[in-house]
């Protein structure tokens, strides 16, 4: 257990639809960090929390949005799914904003049909 | 734009010997560099790093190389255990995008008993 908890899991959904994703930092961290490994994929940056801000974004869709709440946890939000939405959506958190010091949730396997 | 690239997608190799794993780069920005190890139905775990201003950096079994010259670098598991088996990610950052890592697509080590 890396202390990083993302929910659900597993997520299967049909074009169209929204989805949220949650994601509970390490206690203690103040960054969160959301990416995405769409199949035989690295891990695209999609969007950084730090205590609460926005600080960083990549190349997030229009369509996706997220947030870090005063508890620290964070939440996805996927809107007007497509199939090419489909993969792994990872959280991370760290204490400071810097490379060091990652931890990686489980994931949570998205499935659009 | 592949700014990270791990050109072999699978490495096999006997127990006991030496897994090296590449890495190149073409963002001369990059100034920080990580590997990380992924089982499945995992995050991502951190392995080891190095700042652009060392070549060398050494854990246990684990040594980072890095070749600024060459945009290159590469880890060395000796000597390989079958625990090793994994999918390993290269991944850079650039002080000036603060936290945001650029992963490469992932290679799949198999370390055979």
């Known amino acids: 257990d890396s202390g990083v908890t993302q929910t659900p899991k597993h997520l299967i959904t049909a074009t169209g639809q929204r989805v949220t994703l949650r994601c509970s930092p390490r206690?203690?961290?103040?960054?969160v960090y959301w990416y995405q490994q769409s199949l035989d994929q690295g891990l695209q940056f999609l969007i950084q929390?730090?205590?609460?801000?926005?600080?960083a974004k990549g190349n997030i869709l229009e369509r996706f949005s997220a947030q870090q709440f005063p508890d620290l946890h964070s939440e996805l939000n996927l809107s007007s799914l497509e199939l090419g939405d489909s993969a792994l959506y990872f959280c991370?958190?760290?204490?400071?904003?810097?490379?060091?010091?990652?931890?990686f949730g489980s994931g949570t396997r998205l499935t659009v049909v | 734009d592949q700014q990270v690239k791990q050109n072999s997608p699978s490495l096999s190799v006997q127990e006991g010997r030496i897994s090296i794993l590449n890495c190149d780069y073409t963002n001369s920005m990059f100034d920080y560099f990580l590997w990380y190890k992924k089982y499945p139905a995992e995050g991502p775990t951190f392995l080891i790093s190095?700042?652009?201003?060392?070549d060398k950096n050494e854990d246990g079994r684990f040594t980072v190389f890095l070749n600024k010259s060459a945009k290159h670098l590469s880890l060395h598991i000796v000597p390989s255990q079958p625990g090793d088996s994994a999918v390993y990610f290269c991944?850079?950052?650039?002080?000036?995008?603060?936290?945001?890592?650029?992963f490469g697509e992932g290679t799949q080590l198999t370390v055979n008993p």
């Open positions: 991370a958190s760290s204490v400071a904003p810097g490379p060091e010091g990652y931890t």
């Open positions: 929390y730090y205590n609460g801000e926005e600080r």
């Open positions: 190095i700042s652009s201003i060392k």
């Open positions: 206690s203690g961290d103040l960054s």
């Open positions: 991944a850079a950052s650039a002080g000036s995008s603060g936290s945001r890592l650029t």
